[in-house]
């Protein structure tokens, strides 16, 4: 897989504008993708949070096989609603919606998705597409190796080149 140099800043600046708390700059980092564009920008920041996703149940699922409960997945999501919020973001979701769109990026991720006729399982399209760049900024700021002083982007980096090894990828 290739990821287009110009789409690639864009995703990590929209991820740097929830990182950094600038609401309006989300939007802004994304301003001027062609639609193609756009949906390579979306595949990717699903990919991110499904690498997150699984990076942290990898191990530590209730269910010993790498994957999270539909529980999990809601105390994932309550966390990131939470915070957000807390720090001006606004409503990006209930839990429930989050949760969804968590697990469904872990199964994209994973490889576990089956075509059907309601892919997004209820989830809005447009909220689909927010919650991607809002959960994966939110997920690359936690979940980085803090102990080991590793920067999100770092942790971007890192997920980048899984994505560029992965033939499956986006």
């Not at 802004?28 to 949070?49: D, F, T």
Request: with cysteine; proline share 5%; glycine share 12%.
């Amino acid at each position: 897989m290739e990821i287009p140099r110009h789409v690639e800043k864009k995703v990590r600046d929209a991820f740097g504008a929830v990182i950094n708390e600038d609401w309006d700059g989300v939007a802004e980092a994304l301003r001027g993708l062609e639609p193609e564009e756009g949906a390579v920008a979306l595949s990717l920041a699903v990919y991110v949070c499904g690498y997150v996703v699984d990076d942290i149940y990898v191990v530590h699922a209730k269910s010993g096989d790498g994957i999270p409960s539909r529980a999990e997945l809601r105390d994932l999501a309550s966390g990131i609603v939470n915070v957000l919020a807390e720090r001006g973001a606004g409503v990006i979701g209930d839990d429930e919606e989050v949760a969804v769109f968590l697990g469904l990026a872990g199964e994209a991720f994973r490889g576990d998705t089956e075509p059907g006729p309601d892919p997004l399982r209820g989830l809005d399209p447009k909220s689909a597409v927010y919650l991607a760049f809002m959960c994966g900024g939110y997920l690359l700021a936690v979940y980085r190796r803090d102990e080991q002083g590793e920067h999100w982007w770092e942790y971007l980096d890192r997920i980048w080149a899984h994505a560029l090894a992965d033939d499956t990828s986006p």
